[in-house]
């Protein structure tokens, strides 16, 4: 059992203890974050690979997670070839000019490496402080849908009424709009590889949009292509949405080696969905928020959950809330790391 514990359990492989990680554990939920960050746009942030590092260090030093998640976002890519992105405070991404016909297409060139220098540097620099023997760095990018209903409604939604209105109206154009994203999402997830990450996680977040119509015509398909686009690099892969229980069987045909579960679905319900492949998840965030007592009793539900078998990555089942106190996050780590049996040995 020499190799980590987080890369076995994506193998659903024994372990010597449960891994746990958190979606969004770099970040605002941090002091040390806030003290670094200062104001400006994270996009900045992101473009300075000492600081970026640094970031992705941080809750590695502070919880002792299984695994560290680089510092970046899922709309870096698409800044980096001027597509006009940028992420607003309290907001999320936000577009000058949203993709709408044929012409915007040129926009979306393939990535080259310089594009994303500063991000490959910033791994570079992460893989010289961790220690990946036991810690490996996870990679990730934005599923094609979810950032194409960044790219078309331009801003954050609630009802995703332009993209579905694209997708119905228009399916030629969308596709032709899912193709290009599925080339910079390879190209993306293979630099990050490259440079030394050992897995890499597709964020889907907004997939729970979909029917199971749409999901299986508009999403799937593109997000089938990522997957086998980085086949050959044999890394472990997650594939995560928000809000999918209607969708969790459909989605595990994209080929990951690993589902997460959102918050949403009992983890042991959404396992046999998946038709049993390792599962991450999905202690509900809002439960770290009222104390330490409460975040650790939650964590139990989780774990009970998981049960024996091996298999799972803990982890919340959507990103850390900023208010969360890190002392819940701490408590979590260490019930999961002594009381967790999925797979312990
Ligand atoms: O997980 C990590 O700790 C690594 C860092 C990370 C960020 N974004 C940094 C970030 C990751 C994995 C992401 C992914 C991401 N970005 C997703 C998928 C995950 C999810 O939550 O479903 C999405 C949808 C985005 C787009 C995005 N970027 C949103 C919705 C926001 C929130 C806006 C806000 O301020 O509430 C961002 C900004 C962002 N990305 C922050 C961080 C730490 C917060 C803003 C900041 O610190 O300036």
Not at 70 to 77: K, M, R
């Amino acid at each position: 059992m020499s190799d980590p514990v987080f890369l076995r359990a994506c193998r659903g492989e024994e372990v010597s203890h449960v891994p746990v990680w958190f979606m969004r554990q770099a970040g605002r939920s941090l002091p040390e974050y806030r003290a670094l960050r200062g104001t400006g746009s994270i996009l900045d942030a992101i473009a300075d690979p000492a600081l970026a590092c640094e970031v992705t260090m941080q809750p590695v030093r502070r919880y002792g997670v299984d695994a560290a998640i680089l510092f970046s976002d899922i709309v870096v890519p698409y800044h980096a070839i001027g597509f006009g992105v940028d992420v607003v405070p309290g907001r999320g991404p936000v577009i000058a000019a949203p993709f709408a016909t044929e012409s915007d297409l040129e926009r979306l060139r393939d990535l080259e490496d310089e594009d994303i220098a500063h991000v490959t540097r910033t791994v570079d620099l992460v893989m010289a402080e961790l220690d990946a023997s036991t810690t490996p760095l996870i990679g990730f990018a934005g599923a094609p849908f979810t950032v194409a209903s960044y790219l078309v409604e331009g801003a954050p939604t609630r009802d995703f009424a332009i993209i579905k209105s694209l997708m119905h109206s228009d399916p030629a154009l969308f596709d032709r709009l899912l193709e290009r994203l599925v080339a910079i999402t390879v190209s993306f997830l293979r630099a990050q590889v490259a440079h030394g990450a050992s897995a890499v996680q597709l964020f889907d977040s907004w997939a729970g949009s979909l029917t199971r119509d749409e999901y299986e015509r508009f999403a799937l398909p593109a997000t089938q292509r990522v997957l086998a686009g980085i086949a050959d690099l044999d890394v472990p892969t997650i594939l995560f949405g928000v809000g999918t229980g209607e969708l969790l069987d459909l989605m595990s045909r994209a080929g990951s080696s690993v589902m997460g579960i959102d918050w949403h679905v009992d983890l042991d319900a959404g396992r046999r969905r998946v038709g049993d492949k390792p599962v991450q998840g999905n202690l509900d965030p809002a439960r770290c928020l009222s104390g330490v007592e409460l975040g650790v009793e939650a964590a139990r539900e989780v774990l009970v959950r998981a049960g024996n078998e091996a298999g799972h990555i803990f982890n919340l089942g959507h990103g850390v809330l900023p208010s969360t106190d890190p002392a819940v996050l701490e408590a979590v780590v260490r019930v999961v790391h002594e009381e967790g049996k999925a797979g312990v040995r």
